[in-house]
């Protein structure tokens, strides 16, 4: 029942659902501009199709322009232009818009209209793209302001510098810087970063060359000394070989100032760091391999991690020792810094000073085979990164120290099954929700359908009921009709045939009147009117009187009906009169459904508080998945060989109501064409 109404629940909603949408969408008109914009919003949350979103963008920043929130329009056509180019037609639309827009904004420099707003708005749009690594939208968005305002400096470095840096494509990003050159000559920071796209080329006598050149244009600028420590430890890279492959993680906020003293040792108790410092904006830890710090023995951690409050991170690199021996780690940083070597803290500073090769020796024993480096940095200020190197004791790199943790078979196979079963358990959660998904789908449609199944089957149960209790009725009724007919019109004319003709027609009542009483109780009980009148019987008496009210309503000869009572068959309290017609129920059906040899045993015995009456056959039996149905109402088995057998369908339903009534219990045992056995079990002293 319960079910029923989940199901009813689930359809309610379900056309609540279709039918409410229409609703929404047809009082669209009735809205004010604000609404207008709030349901537009909606759809975007909806739908997918990107030509209808870009239709809802277009539709919201219209509205927004004529609301007068020109720099929000302005996102909205920024949106279209940027997340669906290929739905051409707004993307155009919102181009022609946007240069509009423009227009106006520089016309009108008022406050509420300034083009700073404008650009600072579209500025923070593209470095969020940037920071996400979204580098194709940032690249696109810069591609169209620099078409809107092509005297704009910052955008031909900034677009560089994502080719440089994001892309790792310095002949582009090289494209771009120079058109800056050609735009401004004198520019402060623009040929740092060309000497940078040198260093990515491998082209160290250029880049060396624009370093010196941001030199002279501005010695005092903050970009040129930073070109001047690159080109120190260009130089540095050219004589000695220096460490290349590190791994970060980070950063870490370091708000607290305590992030450098608190050590923690080595990757794999990232967990442990997670706990004591979060990744800056919530960020997901993880380590990951440099991309962006230039192979110079120089490690700028400003170019990995954006950096904009106090922060630590750890970098962490594995050095290969063909031999067991002494050897030094020389470094210097920006910042505070600690080291330690193969789980082992062995330098701990926090100063402020820049990058200060050999002065910062730390003296450590190398194994034989793979040692592990790993650094923790900190920054409070400024730039961020570190100089490093290995050396013997006099400054010298040994030649023989590799410094590729992926050449360590070992390694590369624990970071492959890393990977490996990350993805897997990836997979696993994707199918898993999709699979979930797909059976609770499958789930509903079941329901219904069973549902739909259900009624229909239950309608069809219903029409055979009729049908048959019409032909129940239909045949005494016409025999009593023929009969009385016959004794009527004078035809018969010996008394005994009279006599038969009587007998028949009160055999004929009595049946009909036993089949409206069967279906007027079973009525009762599906109304819960039943009532019954407990009294103490004897069970082998009411057996016995049941078997021949039968015997007596068949009147068939070839009817063998066997008793078997055990001795200690206590009396009982029952309604008698129910179950009575439980017992006559069954023994119909024992009858009814044994066609060619008409036998019926019934059996009594008592075992503990339990009394088991059993009624069985010789018949054709009911099959295995036919077994549990049998009980319910309406239910017949449609089998060609019980074809012609007449029935309501309600006889077992109402014997096991009447049973259950007595707090008993009614099984059955059946193979198909050998027979049916029928058992009640009832307790001998019920409870309450
Ligand atoms: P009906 O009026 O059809 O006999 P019942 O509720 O008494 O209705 O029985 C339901 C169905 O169970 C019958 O249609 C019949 O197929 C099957 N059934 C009941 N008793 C027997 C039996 N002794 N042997 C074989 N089949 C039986």
Not at 391 to 396: A, C, F, K, L, V
Not at 538 to 549: D, E, F, G, H, V
Request: with cysteine.
């Amino acid at each position: 029942m319960r079910l029923y109404y989940i199901k009813i629940t689930i359809f309610i909603l379900l056309a609540a659902v279709i039918f409410c949408l229409p609703i929404h969408a047809q009082s669209e008109e009735a809205f004010t501009l604000q609404e207008k914009i709030k349901f537009y919003r909606q759809i975007i949350k909806q739908e997918q199709d990107p030509q209808v979103l870009a239709e809802t963008h277009y539709k919201i920043a219209e509205l927004l322009e004529t609301l007068g929130r020109d720099t929000e329009a302005t996102a909205e056509y920024l949106k279209i232009i940027l997340n669906y180019p290929r739905v051409a037609y707004f993307s155009k639309k919102a181009e022609e818009r946007l240069a509009i827009l423009y227009g106006k904004f520089k016309e009108t420099p008022e406050i509420t209209k300034d083009p700073a707003i404008f650009f600072t708005y579209i500025k923070s749009l593209y470095e969020t793209y940037r920071d996400q690594g979204k580098y194709d939208k940032a690249v696109y968005l810069l591609k169209k302001l620099i078409k809107l305002h092509p005297s704009n400096q910052a955008y031909y470095l900034d677009i560089g510098n994502i080719y440089l840096d994001g892309y790792n494509d310095a002949d582009t990003a090289l494209k771009y810087f120079n058109k800056l050159v050609e735009l401004n000559p004198e520019h402060p920071s623009v040929y740092t970063d060309i000497g940078l796209a040198y260093e990515k080329k491998d082209d160290v006598e250029n880049a060396v060359k624009y370093y010196r050149k941001s030199v002279e244009i501005s010695p005092l600028n903050a970009w040129s000394m930073y070109g001047l420590l690159r080109m120190q430890a260009l130089k540095l890279a050219e004589e000695k070989k220096l460490v290349k492959d590190w791994y970060f993680i980070g950063p870490f906020d370091n708000a607290d100032g305590k992030g450098l003293e608190k050590d923690f040792g080595p990757e794999d108790k990232i967990e442990d760091l997670n706990k004591a410092y979060k990744g800056l904006n919530g960020t997901n830890i993880k380590w990951f391999r440099a991309f962006s710090y230039a192979d110079s023995g120089y490690v700028d951690l400003n170019k990995m991690f954006q950096v904009n409050d106090s922060v630590v991170a750890y970098a962490l690199t594995y050095a290969y020792s063909e031999k067991e021996r002494d050897l030094e780690i020389r470094l210097g940083s920006d910042d505070g810094i600690c080291v330690w070597f193969n789980n082992q803290l062995k330098f701990k500073k926090d100063v402020t000073r820049p990058a200060q090769f050999d002065k910062d020796i730390i003296k450590v024993r190398f194994v034989k085979g793979w040692n592990k480096i790993l650094v923790k940095t900190a920054e409070n200020w400024g730039s961020w990164g570190f100089y490093f190197r290995i050396t013997d004791s006099n400054g010298n790199t040994p030649g023989d120290i590799t410094f590729d943790p992926l050449k360590d078979d070992n390694r590369v196979k624990k970071i492959y099954a890393r990977l490996k079963r990350q993805k897997g358990m990836q997979i696993a959660r994707t199918t898993f929700f999709y699979g979930f998904t797909l059976l609770i789908l499958l789930l509903a449609v079941y329901f219904l359908i069973s549902n739909i199944y259900n009624k229909i089957k239950i309608r069809q149960m219903k029409e055979d009921f009729i049908s048959s209790v019409s032909h129940e009725l239909k045949t005494p009724l016409a025999a009593i009709k023929m009969f009385t007919e016959t004794l009527n019109m004078g035809r018969v004319k010996s008394e005994k045939q009279t006599k038969e003709y009587y007998a028949t027609i009160i055999r004929e009542t009595d049946r009909l009147t036993r089949f409206i009483n069967k279906i007027l109780d079973f009525q009762k009980i599906e109304k819960g009117k039943k009532i019954y009148s407990f009294e103490k019987v004897n069970i082998k008496n009411l057996l016995t009187s049941a078997i021949n009210i039968y015997k007596d309503q068949v009147q068939d000869e070839k009817l063998v009906v066997e008793e078997e009572y055990s001795d200690d068959l206590p009396e009982i309290e029952l309604d008698e009169d129910a179950m009575l017609q439980v017992l006559l129920n069954l023994l119909t059906n024992a009858y009814k459904y044994s066609k060619v040899e008409k036998y019926i045993k019934v059996k009594a015995r008592a075992e503990g508080n339990l009394i088991f009456i059993s009624i069985i056959d010789r018949g054709m039996g009911v099959s295995k998945d036919r077994i549990t149905k049998i009980f319910d109402k309406f239910y017949r088995i449609d089998r060609d060989a019980a074809k012609d057998i007449k029935g309501s369908g309600i006889g077992l339903a109402f014997v096991k109501s009447v049973v259950e009534a007595h707090d008993g219990e009614i099984a059955v045992e059946s193979q198909l064409n050998r027979g049916s056995t029928f058992t009640i079990s009832l307790p001998i002293k019920r409870e309450g």
